[in-house]
T-cell receptor, first 116, second 114 residues
Framework: AQTVTQSQPEMSVQEAETVTLSCTYD???????LFWYKQPPSRQMILVIR????KQQNATENRFSVNFQKAAKSFSLKISDSQLGDAAMYFC?????????????WGAGTKLIIKP | DSGVTQTPKHLITATGQRVTLRCSPR?????VYWYQQSLDQGLQFLIQ???????AKGNILERFSAQQFPDLHSELNLSSLELGDSALYFC?????????????FGPGTRLTVL
């Protein structure tokens, strides 16, 4: 069974600095997606960034980028120039690519605190 | 706004009762997923429907059931409620076989069982 592990329950960063959130996963599949979702205090789940496992290039979305290490089964999220609005829970999630079962498998989350 | 709607936003009920949570997917999305998020925890997948048919089941209790109707909206029924069922229940939808099959999440229904 696939599992996703986020080993940092909480991280803090000074505003405008860079922070990296860690995620590791376990799967025997070779074709899958990995996601980072943000959950602000409003509780809405917001997709931050997505990585296809077959792509070697790391995904980037403005200030957000990932370091995808397929062999190591590692998928970290880097947030550059941190802003107060980045404060939220961040969840790493995994999903098979070729399957009728498209369920997302989630990590336990990392609470990100931004210090002004 | 993701385009996925969930009602009600909040629900407070007593143990032993039954409630129904409703979800309307984004226009054009055929698949609906239900997730449960207990306090300060990650999400747990409950069940998936695709075009009216159950497609996958996760950690869903026998006291819980769901269905997807011809107009593609979905309902999650929770019965014989226990204190431990208090959680945030999310609905998500996706096209399936679309671009990345991204799941779009609704705002959630917060269920409190007293």
């Amino acid at each position: 069974a696939q599992t996703v592990t986020q080993s940092q329950p909480e991280m803090s960063v000074q505003e405008a600095e860079t922070v990296t959130l860690s995620c590791t996963y376990d799967t025997s599949e070779s074709d899958y997606y990995l996601f980072w979702y943000k959950q602000p205090p409003s509780r809405q789940m917001i997709l931050v960034i997505r990585q296809e496992a077959y792509k070697q290039q790391n995904a980037t979305e403005n200030r957000f980028s990932v370091n995808f290490q397929k062999a190591a089964k590692s998928f970290s999220l880097k947030i550059s120039d941190s802003q107060l609005g980045d404060a939220a829970m961040y969840f790493c999630a995994y999903r098979r690519r070729r399957d009728s079962n498209y369920q997302l498998i989630w990590g336990a989350g990392t609470k990100l605190i931004i210090k002004p | 706004d993701s385009g996925v709607t969930q009602t009600p936003k909040h629900l407070i009920t007593a143990t032993g009762q039954r409630v129904t949570l409703r979800c309307s997917p984004r226009s054009g999305d055929l698949s609906v997923y239900w997730y449960q998020q207990s306090l300060d925890q990650g999400l747990q997948f409950l069940i998936q429907y695709y075009n009216g048919e159950e497609r996958a089941k996760g950690n869903i209790l026998e006291r819980f059931s769901a269905q997807q109707f011809p107009d593609l909206h979905s309902e999650l029924n929770l019965s014989s409620l226990e204190l431990g069922d208090s959680a945030l229940y999310f609905c998500a939808s996706s096209v399936i076989h679309g671009m990345g099959d991204e799941q779009f999440f609704g705002p959630g229904t917060r269920l409190t069982v007293l």
